[in-house]
């Protein structure tokens, strides 16, 4: 682990014990993890170190979450929730010790209402299971982050996750119609609505969704579901270099074309890529991986469309279409390997999300570069391209090059700022990001969240140490 | 005027003075508009009764609004903001007297972003006049409320609006990016990005939008834009009667249909079009009007569809296609025409705005009819039918009836909660629904937006009576 968790005061020995004895009474002992029980959840998918908490709470209603946030209120000790625990922030490590509320036993699909387009679901529910439920019913649940084999909605909702599909049907927080969330003390409540319109009252909705578990514990979500596209069409085309790939996404958009997904490899995810096994043409120095979806006719026209202006005036090597569903799953399935595949290339990784408006792609593309020329330090990327939302890698073998590797994503933070984008674009700032937030956020507006946070959480006590750079850590 | 505006403590004629001299000494004596000039700054487009503001500042830029906000923050004197003075529930009424503050002045067009497909405007820009704007540009900014050619960007933002293309496009919150805003005490900051994905912090940007002036006041606003549907077709569907209507909605959506535009009107409707001049066919009893939009082919395939699922298993009597952009435009203008053609049909009227799931369409038409026929109420519906966001409109004659008319809206308000609706789809709730809130949202949801109001506004200075049921009131 290379990214060391902020140090928070830790509860004392007293009050987490009485913390345990009141819930155990409560809730059950059998529902209280401690021991070595407790190892498994420390960590995430993050590069941050692990912290053990106390003990866990394996939750299997609304009501042992409340209390849980009203016991631990009482006593003045830390919670930090948790859904499946792949997040790649350290935004699921409590940092603070106490008490970790782990969501995943809350794990019914309660109900899917074909006819208005809604499911209500609770936070447990792994999103790739959800996919299957509502794809069985003629429907389609568009988010789709990468780890959908082992994510949960809860943390989906949570940290307001993307995937691929963000492109043309927008995030997590897009398909979040209400949800019930317990807020420390243990005071639970619904917020929103399950219509698709609606405008009673502030939009609590939205500052739930991606607030990170800091602001209250989800235990029940009301999500939008669209048609299922009856037809998908996806594509593959090579490039002798990233920055023709960057201009080919230009052009695409230009031209009127929407994909549901489009995704860009550069060298380093192309020889990631090739070292799994996977025969890429060896010309090719950069791909997109384009999907188009909608009705029969309008697709393969739009494949038609597309495939010419890649041959032409986007330059591609070579453009290829999957011939079937085996072969579409064999491409997603490469990049979705991606991320695992990079952490072989080097003995260290770390890896950032930022976003940048799409036109400026190939300028973050071009800063990259020039970052990875002036620190020595090797980089490698690949993306949500269609967005403007790259994972920007970079790896090294020896530890004394820490310090370059530091300089240079800070250098690729200031970048990310001046070219009008953002810090994250569907990871969250949780740990590994919060010592940046002051490039793109001004200090008022860093005070007005922190506000915000206190009239939740007015102790700081819900999953403490995430988002906002610590005090006294000073700003980079 | 026929709904009474709530009574609020006046601010002191000492601290109005004090107010009038620093502000006209920062901001120059030729902003700040009083005496006769004010009249038009009392009212909007609701029934709400009127309530002059003691002055007006007329501003031109983000710095006479925190000039406006720290000065008035300092004495304890209320703040109403204005942009087009449209709104439906009275939002825009300085019901506690004090200053209107108003952008109309704030009106230019920064920038259109064709590459990024992202716009900066200013609060003040006139809906209709940016449309035009962007579609000069092949872009396409889908919020269309009714008032599109009074109403502004402002105003759309801060009542959240939606309109007819909210349907398959989504609402005004959708298109919002960022946007700066102004608090009381005159602290001024942009949240948000530019870009399409972010999650960076927690997203004021939704708790800003739809919160109906009652946080802060927008000076500008960074909008999402689309590109532009290159086909739009239009169709009217006659029926025999509303529930007939309702039924073809529901079949339109179990066909995987999303059409653009959905418009239902029911008989009542049909007579108020009918008495402007519109030609429609003596069988009909209600209509549905719908568009539908994309790629030629896509189009014309979804156009043939659609006409046979009406005429067949949806029993139209009638199915008609506009021919040319001028009975396209004739259709719209009869709906537009219909909110101020109702007003016609009786001395009085009050309009509400409720939604339902899209599949209970039929079972609140029903409950209408049977409130209006145990109340004695003359109703009209007509709406938003594909987002289950109805208009029912309440006509009546003699005042003496409106004892009748509250209990009917009472009885409209439980049964849309009660369907598992809610209050108000896109007019906000303002002053004319802020009795009503308690029907849907509980003390505790009720309680926790109180706080969150006075983080921003802890003295309850910034348009103050608004969306929170008054004191001492008591719920319904």
């Not at 029980?37 to 908490?53: K, N, R, T, Y």
């Not at 939750?59 to 409340?66: G, R």
């Not at 069985?136 to 649940?141: D, H, I, K, M, V």
């Not at 890649?310 to 491409?331: F, Y």
Request: proline letters at 6%; a negative charge; one cysteine or more.
């Amino acid at each position: 682990m290379i990214i060391a968790a902020p140090r928070l005061p830790r509860p004392s020995e007293a009050a987490l014990h009485r913390v345990r004895q009141t819930l155990a009474a409560r809730i059950g002992p059998s529902r209280i993890l401690d021991g070595d029980g407790v190892s498994a959840f420390g960590h995430d998918e993050s590069e941050v170190a692990g912290v053990l908490p106390d003990f866990v709470v394996l939750a299997e209603s609304e009501a042992h979450v409340a209390a849980t946030l009203e016991i631990a209120q009482a006593e003045g000790v830390p919670v930090t929730p948790r859904a499946g625990g792949t997040g790649r922030t350290g935004g699921a490590i409590p940092v603070g010790g106490g008490v970790v509320v782990a969501t995943a036993g809350l794990a019914r699909i309660k109900e899917i209402d074909r006819a208005n387009m809604v499911a209500v679901v609770e936070p447990g529910v792994v999103t790739r299971a959800f996919h299957d439920a509502v794809e069985a019913e003629g429907l389609f649940y568009p988010p789709d982050p990468n780890s959908l084999h082992n994510c949960m909605l809860g943390g989906n909702v949570a940290n307001n996750a993307g995937g691929p599909r963000a492109l043309k049907y927008g995030v997590t927080g897009d398909y979040v119609l209400g949800l019930r969330a317990v807020f420390m003390g243990g005071r639970t409540m619904f917020v929103g609505r399950r219509t698709p319109k609606g405008v009673t009252g502030y939009d609590l909705t939205s500052l739930l969704v991606g607030s990170e578990g800091t602001l209250g514990v989800l235990t029940e979500l009301t999500l939008r579901l669209r048609p299922k596209p009856p037809v998908v069409r996806t594509l593959l085309g090579l490039f002798d270099s990233v920055h023709a790939c960057g201009a080919a996404v230009t052009a695409l958009f230009h031209a009127g074309h929407v994909p549901r997904a489009l995704e860009l490899m550069d060298e380093g995810s192309l020889e990631a890529v090739r070292n799994q096994g996977a025969a890429v043409d060896p010309r090719a120095r950069a791909l997109l991986l384009l999907e188009l979806d909608g009705h029969e006719r309008a697709v393969e026209e739009a494949v038609d469309h597309v495939g010419n202006l890649l041959h032409g005036a986007a330059g591609s090597l070579e453009v290829l279409a999957a011939q079937d569903a085996s072969q579409r799953d064999r491409l997603w399935d490469a990049r979705r390997a991606l991320s695992p595949a990079t952490k072989k290339l080097a003995r260290f990784k770390l890896s950032e999300d930022v976003v940048v408006p799409r036109s400026r792609i190939a300028d973050l593309l071009r800063e990259v570069d020039a970052i990875s020329e002036a620190t020595g330090v090797r980089t490698l990327t690949y993306g949500h391209a269609g967005d403007g939302n790259l994972h920007v890698n970079f790896l090294w073998n020896d530890p004394s090059e820490r310090e370059r590797v530091d300089s240079a994503i800070l250098a690729l933070m200031r970048s990310t700022v001046s070219l009008g984008g953002t810090l994250s674009g569907e990871h969250g700032i949780g740990v590994t990001k919060a010592a940046y937030l002051p490039l793109e956020h001004t200090p008022e507006l860093v005070a007005l969240q922190e506000d915000l946070k206190r009239t939740f959480d007015p102790k700081g006590l819900l999953n403490p140490g995430k988002i906002f750079p610590s005090r006294g850590h000073g700003s980079c």
